[in-house]
Antibody
Framework: QVTLRESGPALVKPTQTLTLTCSFSGFSLNTRGMCLNWIRQPPGKALEWLARIDWDDDKYYSTSLRTRLTISKDTSRNQVVLTMTNMDPVDTATYYC?????????????????WGQGILVTVSS | QSALTQPASVSGSPGQSITISCTGTTSDIGGYNYVSWYQQHPGKVPKLMVYDVSNRPSGVSNRFSGSRSGNTASLTISGLQAEDEADYYCSSYTSTNTLVFGGGTKVTVL
């Protein structure tokens, strides 16, 4: 049974750094072809993909947020951490982690099959 | 990477069929077979409805179907039901090895 759970602060101040943790079970990020993503959704707005980390520790970031994001994994603890620097009120959103698997060729990540429940992060002074 | 383009809203009466479009470029939808669709009810987590353009996960009703023509993917809901009222998002793999979502479409059952 695959489960994911996001944890972190519900409230951060402008200019602070946000650190979110995704704790997961039911699969391993050591498994070839497995990867984990962070996605966010501002209240009443669309989903936005943020970052992905692959089983081989390759990392990919949203072009528009690349300079502010860092993704890392701790496979021994089954956790993935996302940090976002210089938080602003426009970053107020529900942040999700979601699992994804590469296709059978091993070249292309495919679809988000399992999602965490999300964590609402509000940026306010 | 620009967001994929979806209509803001689509509506239909119970029993009708509706189609939601998702337009991208040759760098995403038109270049790869990795388009997926998600349903999101208010306050809920997105749910995978279609993957790899036209495949349905186990447990998803066959009233949901996906297709693609050129740079535009589509999700068709046939036999529209009240429970289908939700937001729908498309997503695609891109040439920069990233992912991108559409702006979302609100489906209303009249």
């Amino acid at each position: 049974q695959v489960t994911l759970r996001e944890s972190g602060p519900a409230l951060v101040k402008p200019t602070q750094t946000l650190t979110l943790t995704c704790s997961f079970s039911g699969f391993s990020l050591n498994t070839r072809g497995m990867c984990l993503n962070w996605i966010r959704q501002p209240p009443g707005k669309a989903l936005e993909w943020l970052a992905r980390i692959d089983w081989d520790d390759d990392k990919y970031y949203s072009t528009s947020l690349r300079t502010r994001l860092t993704i890392s994994k701790d496979t021994s603890r089954n956790q993935v951490v996302l940090t976002m620097t210089n938080m602003d009120p426009v970053d107020t959103a529900t942040y999700y982690c979601a699992r994804m698997a590469y296709d059978s060729s091993g070249y292309y990540p495919t679809y988000f099959d399992y999602w965490g429940q999300g964590i609402l992060v509000t940026v306010s002074s | 990477q620009s967001a994929l383009t979806q209509p803001a809203s689509v509506s239909g009466s119970p029993g009708q069929s509706i189609t939601i479009s998702c337009t991208g470029t040759t760098s995403d939808i038109g270049g790869y077979n990795y388009v997926s669709w998600y349903q999101q009810h208010p306050g809920k987590v997105p749910k995978l409805m279609v993957y790899d353009v036209s495949n349905r996960p186990s447990g998803v009703s066959n009233r949901f179907s996906g297709s693609r023509s050129g740079n535009t993917a589509s999700l068709t809901i046939s036999g529209l039901q009240a429970e289908d009222e939700a937001d729908y998002y498309c997503s695609s793999y891109t040439s920069t090895n990233t992912l991108v979502f559409g702006g979302g479409t609100k489906v209303t059952v009249l």
